[in-house]
């Protein structure tokens, strides 16, 4: 099994729509994120969280939200879904506390979202 | 101005030839420098981890760090058609502590056909 589980993997929704992607790890790290990928544009961050109580907004926030439901999980909505909100969107994990490849990201597969 | 800058490719070359991917950035405080793999219909994984200057070796895979250009580069050698994959660098200046906030190229596509 996948140590970072998106679900879905795949959703196709109309404008308006309210959706919830969700993420869950086995990992143990307390710190996880939500990235969209576009191309041409590379990884933008969402919204990360260092624990249940820390929610911070990362550099293209505005039309989504998050909860940490627990430490291994992370979800994120689409309050009101928009086309330009289709994308390719990762859950990502890391720990400071490892050595060697410090701050490493580990990514889950990912959830296409077309918005229509 | 993108804070750093990766040709999106796509570049394709025959098996065994020697690759070599780059990305520009323009601030000065990055540190830390990574390359991800990404296979199709798969997340980003870590391949290679650089801090500062210099390069570092692991089997086929070279990533050197000219700060002084603020360029960095991957090389692979003996290229398998098992490196097909889209390659993203990535940036950091901080780790320790607060937010390591990692800045990432858009990703060259490569292909290595036999």
């Known amino acids: 099994d996948a140590d970072v589980t998106q679900t879905p993997r795949n959703r196709i929704t109309k404008t308006g729509k309210r959706i919830m992607l969700e993420c869950s790890q086995t990992?143990?790290?307390?710190?996880m994120y939500w990235y969209r990928q576009d191309p041409g544009l590379g990884l933008r961050l969402i919204y990360y969280?260092?624990?249940?109580?820390?929610?911070n907004k990362g550099e293209i926030s505005d039309g989504y939200s998050v909860s940490r439901q627990a430490q291994a999980k992370f979800s994120l909505s689409l309050e009101s879904a928009i086309p330009n909100q289709t994308a390719l969107y990762f859950c990502?994990?890391?720990?400071?506390?490892?050595?060697?490849?410090?701050?490493?990201?580990?990514f889950g597969e990912g959830s296409r979202l077309t918005v229509l | 101005q993108k804070e750093v800058e990766q040709d999106p490719g796509p570049l394709s070359v025959p098996e065994g030839a020697i690759v070599s991917l780059n990305c520009t950035y323009s601030n000065s405080a990055f540190q830390y420098f990574m390359w991800y793999r990404q296979y199709s219909r798969k997340g980003p994984e870590l391949l290679m981890y650089t801090y500062s200057s210099g390069n570092k070796e692991d089997g086929r895979f070279t990533a050197q760090v000219d700060k002084s250009s603020k360029y960095i580069s991957l090389f692979i050698r003996d290229s398998q058609p098992s490196d097909s994959a889209t390659y993203l660098c990535?940036?950091?200046?901080?780790?320790?502590?607060?937010?390591?906030?990692?800045?990432f190229g858009a990703g060259t596509r490569l292909a290595v056909h036999p």
């Open positions: 969280s260092f624990d249940v109580k820390d929610i």
């Open positions: 990502a994990t890391s720990d400071l506390t490892g050595t060697g490849k410090t701050g490493e990201l580990f």
């Open positions: 990535a940036m950091s200046s901080v780790f320790s502590g607060g937010y390591n906030k990692l800045i």
């Open positions: 990992k143990g790290h307390d710190r």
